[in-house]
């Protein structure tokens, strides 16, 4: 199979083109809103940009408010480091930037809940006021993941796994459940695919890749070394790369074929694991139902037999008679 070129399979924010610094953001949409758009490339901006970065995705509304020398102030940095920073995020000016975010700000959904507490659970938060901000958290995780998604960029990638070969997904940690998420539900409709957690065997796997194939890296960070170096290794034997990340501008994306990413927002209790791993798995459950989707009637039919195969482990249950 022929892969895509890659300057359609770039992606910023969910699969976009990518938004090179200084373009500017009225030629171009930043799918899931811009605070999505900035918590996505905060890490690769400088250390004084990413100050500015956290005011404003932290309080849009009175980042808006502010003047360029009141933000400048806050931020601890000059008015030069905000200008630059309205054009890291595709901004032609800090004008622009406070239109925007004032239009962010009243879009802004608010917890239905009084309880919740911000994205931050502090000290002596009552177990009431966690649990309700959790949920309201990992509910905006999941939302915002499927509002930047690109459909183009998705149903790219569900074509070539569907014509692939075989499948390899690589992840670690939390992305490695995610990982063999995504193997196991591939397999269950009868598409070959593994996930290896060992990255030795990982490296060994994506070496007999071939043209055709299809290989996926798992990175909330985008900054995992093992992943990275395996999907490399996959590249390298012509395998179809895709990389799942939150930050779109981070090293996993390097020459891939496809990038998708979540717009999971983690806080102090919670980093790289928790909202980011439902972002993760709502990504991978729309690939999976897309991929289940081109054939359904062998989809349901696989799916029938591999839960019939299982029944009788399940206590009360009876194997179906043929």
Known sequence: MAKSPKISARNERGGSARNEPGGSASQSHEPGGLIVHISGLLPSLSPAEQRVARLVVADPADAARRTITDLATAAETSEATVIRFCRSVGMDGYPQLRIRLAAEAARRIEPPDARVVGGDIPPGADLAQIIATIAFNDARAVEETA????????????????HAGRVDIYGAGASGFVASDFQQKLHRIGRTAFYFPDVHTA???????????VAVGISHTGTTSDVIEVLEQARAQGAVTVALTNYPRSPITEGVDFV??????????????????????????????GVAARNRARARKALEVTADAVRSHRVGSTRRKA
Do not use: K
């Open 147 to 162: 509002e930047q998604l690109d459909p183009a960029i998705c149903e790219q990638v569900v074509e070539a796994i569907c």
């Open 203 to 213: 490296l060994t796997s994506a070496a007999l890749l071939g043209r055709g194939d």
């Open 260 to 289: 998708l990413t979540t717009a999971a927002r983690e806080t102090t209790y919670r980093s790289g694991a928790m909202a980011s791993r439902l972002a993760q798995l709502t990504v991978v459950d729309c690939l999976f139902v």
